[in-house]
T-cell receptor, first 113, second 114 residues
Framework: DQQVKQNSPSLSVQEGRISILNCDYT??????FLWYKKYPAEGPTFLIS?????DKNEDGRFTVFLNKSAKHLSLHIVPSQPGDSAVYFC????????????FGKGTLLTVNP | DAGVTQSPTHLIKTRGQHVTLRCSPI?????VSWYQQVLGQGPQFIFQ???????GRGNFPDRFSARQFPNYSSELNVNALLLGDSALYLC?????????????FGEGSWLTVV
């Protein structure tokens, strides 16, 4: 039962263009969403997060949009750079009594020079 | 400031053996969680400890156990290793018990079971 889904295993974009990574979730108890970036042989690095009470959060080139009614969020990277090439994981947290993150399977982003 | 540190970084074990993985959280962080990531999947939650008490457990067999020490470091133990236990084991450190964006991961311990 995949509660967090990243339906695109891979995405390829040109340098300077926008990258849009998508994530869908099924558990309406999730109230916090995070995006992580992962290079091979390294642990996930926190990128940006959003609370369920917001619909947008920006941090530099990264913007996350949340559509609660559709149970959908997306990460926009503008402009994309070759160094952004990595696997991006969407994760969700339902707060409450523990700190469990539920992850999607990830999307491999390749930014071509 | 040091980030989350894990040891060992790589190890190879034989089926049936036992393994201990170690994690030191970011200074000041009292919560440690463990995740397993197999190839092609996202990390899967194994345990969370806060103030030395288990606060959450994922869907893993009893062969998996963990503990947190007074200095907030943690160990993950896996007994009777199976080939399917081969994975990247990630430790995550956080300063609060619930929610928020203060969850930081170490670089992981790569376990290969042969």
């Amino acid at each position: 039962d995949q509660q967090v889904k990243q339906n695109s295993p891979s995405l390829s974009v040109q340098e300077g263009r926008i990258s849009i990574l998508n994530c869908d979730y099924t558990n309406s108890m999730f109230d916090y969403f995070l995006w992580y970036k992962k290079y091979p042989a390294e642990g996930p690095t926190f990128l940006i997060s959003i609370s369920s009470i917001k619909d947008k959060n920006e941090d530099g080139r990264f913007t996350v949009f949340l559509n609660k009614s559709a149970k959908h969020l997306s990460l926009h990277i503008v402009p994309s750079q070759p160094g952004d090439s990595a696997v991006y994981f969407c994760a969700a947290n339902s707060g409450g009594s523990n700190y469990k993150l539920t992850f999607g399977k990830g999307t491999l982003l390749t930014v071509n020079p | 400031d040091a980030g989350v540190t894990q040891s060992p970084t790589h190890l190879i074990k034989t089926r049936g053996q036992h393994v201990t993985l170690r994690c030191s959280p970011i200074s000041g962080h009292k919560s440690v969680s463990w995740y397993q990531q197999v190839l092609g999947q996202g990390p899967q939650f194994i345990f969370q400890y806060y103030e030395k008490e288990e606060r959450g457990r994922g869907n893993f067999p009893d062969r998996f156990s963990a503990r947190q020490f007074p200095n907030y470091s943690s160990e993950l133990n896996v007994n009777a290793l199976l080939l399917g236990d081969s994975a990247l084991y990630l430790c995550a450190s956080s300063s609060y018990l619930t929610g928020g964006n203060t969850i930081y991961f170490g670089e992981g311990s790569w376990l290969t079971v042969v």
